[in-house]
């Protein structure tokens, strides 16, 4: 059974930091690239940051400079790091690994920054 699970999120203040954390089993996770989704209310769920298995990343202009994804395929889990936070970057944050055809999502976990 394929089980993405995120943690990390929680309320802080604008200018603040955090770490989400995407932990994965049952796939090979190093052969997954690795994406972190947000879905903000009323809007639709947008890419922040992926890494792919070779460990190239790429991110959405709205976090270039402020986020780092990175992943630790020892322990089959992936890594957002989140810095200078802005309330416009309130969501739900998701995991995602893909890989071909083969597509799973994490639950996600909430990120709410106050003003």
């Known amino acids: 059974q394929v089980q993405l699970v995120e943690s990390g999120g929680g309320l802080v203040q604008a200018g603040g930091s955090l770490r989400l954390s995407c932990a994965a089993s049952g796939i090979t996770f190093s052969i997954f690239a690795i994406g972190w989704y947000r879905q903000a209310p009323g809007k639709e769920r947008e890419l922040v940051a992926v890494v792919d298995s070779g460990g190239t990343t790429e991110y959405a202009d709205s976090v270039k400079g402020r986020c780092t994804i990175s992943r630790d395929n020892a322990k089959n889990t992936a890594y957002l790091q989140m810095n200078s936070l802005k309330p416009e970057d309130t969501a739900i944050y998701y995991c995602?690994?893909?890989?071909?055809?083969?597509?799973?999502w994490g639950q996600g976990t909430q990120v709410t920054v106050s003003s």
């Open positions: 995602a690994a893909r890989n071909f055809n083969l597509h799973y």
